[in-house]
């Protein structure tokens, strides 16, 4: 070969060098950029992959199958180039009709083999798949569903939608397309790469001159798009949280007329998505164009080559190269490049698999804070003696909101707490059915500590009414009865009854089988009261806690709450936070807080002899009364 025979050669090599120097600089600058914007995995990429492979256990024997039939299907792609050579030799020397129709037939039936291989592997898969996705989805449901109250505070609503929704997704596509094409496309290379050696090992030689070139576009590539996907991701969160955190709070939105203002702010958030999106593309359109340059260049390089010599038998480095292997090694460049191509944009999409993997697995390893200790026991029956013992609380470390507090509750009694808002009241409630676990101090249940019982088991003999009553979506009986399939309709209506919520229960057009929108929004603030009364009654608790919400009511439903609130307190053990003092002066035992510590404790009367804290706030409601009753 003269040297100016190679000068082609040579400036396809200049391009591909400068393009290649252009991205290495843009890979060095954009190194130190990263570290600016701080996002570091702590998970190792095997560590993710071994906790993955966990879940994909259950389904081997499918994977193996899918395997078996992967490698039919990759049986067109080896072959196929081949065949074409042939039938191209058959079409130029020696035209022979039946030996052009069994290759014809040859190629037409691996084709099909093929395809049906490939359909059928792709059914399994997303069998597989979906199986996997909706256990993981169960796992980490149920995991959110065992932390504790504090660390459901400290999680916004909208990164667990997105948790449980978006990201298990991206896990399942894992093992539904990426796993398997991962290998198909790593099966594939190989193939074609023997084939071509097979073939004619000096073009395959050229052709391999290509590869460090790809490997370069490659590294770089998922540097990039890395950090393109993690931005989406982040942003994506970000929309979630906000959405659902502003979708619960659009009233309040309205109410105070900040309408434009979120819509501003939910633009923003949509524009740095939509941002992140683009330049997600953006990495993508420069590396498919980048890889598509070197095919391109690869199958110039082998025309030049091979057409030299006008292709009879020209020489290439001392082996022959004829038509039909020229024909067969065109095929085979593209399908030596495709899934080249493939892996690097799979390698991503495993990137980001792996990223979502992380955030699952983050919340997946949370330990929940309070747990049953492993002798704790389960207590068949509760008389309903409560006792708190020299508690100290803090939700944040070192802001006691209750300071040695120390009190005892008999069974059957009614003790009422009262004090100002902020003095702790809803706290000590919260801590005897362990929503949060005490710092320190004891707090005994018939004289067994609390922390000594199974939680499930302990909680099964509180009902607990909280200060803003939840109702789920569904009817008035299943928030009544929570899924508790023992509770007849009879027992709801007596109970119902027995609450005064009959009263607008039977106005209703479909009485128990209502609907209720989701929070309960279409009842108002006594009904749900009511509500929340009938069904914390119906599962028959050994000891009642009412924290009684500050909303205003009606005079008529007050009256309604007041009564069955009497009638309540004869059931069992019952403490009870209300607001109106008029409620617990029947109570067996008022005590007073203020700023997290017991100032006073004992029954009405003895308060109001007192003349402390107690006696100040009744006087203070009785005057409003007065002055309201005119
Ligand atoms: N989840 C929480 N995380 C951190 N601090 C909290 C949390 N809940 C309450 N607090 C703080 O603990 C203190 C006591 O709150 P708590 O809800 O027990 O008051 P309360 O007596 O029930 O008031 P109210 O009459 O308004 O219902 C308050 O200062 C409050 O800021
Ligand atoms: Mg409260």
Not at 116 to 130: R, V
Not at 267 to 294: C, D, S, T, W
Not at 404 to 414: G, H, I, Q
Not at 439 to 462: A, C, T
């Amino acid at each position: 070969m003269d040297l100016y025979e190679v000068y082609p050669l040579l400036v396809l090599g200049a391009i591909i060098g400068v393009f290649s120097i252009a991205f290495v600089v843009a890979y060095v600058t954009m190194k130190n950029k990263k570290e600016a914007i701080g996002f570091d995995r702590h998970m190792k990429d095997s560590e993710i992959l071994v906790r993955l492979m966990r879940y994909a256990k259950p389904y081997i024997p499918q994977f193996l199958l899918v395997g078996l039939i992967m490698l039919v299907s990759i049986a067109y792609d080896i072959l196929s180039p081949l065949l074409i050579g042939k039938i191209e030799k058959v079409l130029s020397s020696g035209f022979e009709m039946s030996e052009l129709l069994a290759y014809i037939i040859v190629y037409a039936s691996i084709l099909l083999i093929s395809l049906g291989a490939t359909y059928l592997q792709s059914i399994i898969l997303q069998k597989i798949g979906q199986k996997i996705l909706s256990s993981l989805r169960e796992d980490t449901f149920t995991h959110i569903e065992s932390l504790s109250h504090g660390q459901l505070n400290s999680m916004p609503v909208g990164k667990l939608v997105t948790r449980v929704a978006n990201d298990t997704g991206a896990i399942s596509m894992m093992f539904t397309n990426l796993f398997v094409n991962l290998i198909k496309n790593c099966f594939i290379i190989v193939g074609v790469f023997v084939a071509m050696l097979c073939l004619n090992y000096m073009l395959t030689l050229m052709v391999l001159c290509f590869v460090p070139f790809i490997i370069l576009f490659t590294v770089i590539f998922r540097k990039f798009s890395r950090r393109a996907y993690r931005r989406v991701k982040d942003c994506t969160t970000d929309i979630n949280t906000f959405l659902s955190e502003n979708l619960s709070g659009m009233k309040i939105t309205q109410v105070f007329n900040r309408e434009e203002r979120k819509a501003a702010e939910f633009e923003e958030k949509n524009r740095n998505l939509g941002k992140a999106k683009h330049k997600q593309i953006f990495v993508f359109g420069i590396f498919r164009p980048m890889v598509y340059m070197l095919y391109i260049s690869s199958i110039m390089a082998l025309f030049y080559l091979s057409g030299m010599g006008y292709i009879t038998e020209t020489e290439f480095l001392g082996q022959a190269i004829t038509a039909d292997i020229l024909v067969s090694f065109y095929m085979y460049i593209s399908r030596f490049f495709n899934p080249i191509q493939n892996l690097a944009e799979q390698f991503n999409w495993m990137q980001s698999a792996f990223a979502s993997a992380e955030k699952i697995f983050t919340v997946l390893d949370i330990e929940p804070d309070v747990v049953d200790e492993p002798d704790a026991i389960e207590l068949d029956h509760v008389e309903g003696d409560i006792e708190f013992k020299n508690v100290w609380f803090a939700y944040n470390e070192g802001e006691w909101v209750l300071k040695d507090v120390s009190f005892k509750v008999n069974a059957k009694e009614t003790v009422a707490f009262v004090g100002s808002t902020g003095s702790g009241k809803t706290t000590i409630l919260g801590l005897i059915c362990r929503n949060y676990d005490i710092q320190k101090g004891e707090i005994l249940i018939d004289g067994i500590n609390i922390r000594k019982i199974k939680i499930s088991s302990l909680r099964r003999h509180f009902g607990q009414m909280l200060q803003d009553v939840f109702l789920f979506s569904g009817t008035i009986r299943s928030n009544i009865v929570l899924r508790d399939d023992s509770i007849t309709d009879e027992e709801v209506m007596k109970t119902c009854d027995y609450v005064n919520a009959t009263h607008f229960i039977n106005k209703l057009s479909k009485g128990l089988d209502e609907e209720v929108r989701e929070r309960g929004n279409n009842f108002s603030a006594g009904q749900r009261q009511l509500l929340s009364f009938a069904r914390t009654i119906v599962h028959k608790p050994a000891v009642m806690i009412l924290d009684e919400a500050t909303a205003n009511i009606d005079t008529e439903t007050e009256i309604l709450i007041q009564d069955s609130l009497e009638k309540m307190m004869n059931i069992g053990t019952m403490l009870i936070v209300a607001h109106r003092l008029s409620t617990i002066q029947h109570a067996d035992k008022i005590i007073v807080l203020s700023h997290g510590e017991i100032v006073e404790q004992g029954n009405h009367d003895q308060l109001l002899k007192l003349r402390g804290r107690y006696y100040d706030l009744y006087m203070l409601q009785f005057k409003k009364n007065q002055i309201a009753n005119g």
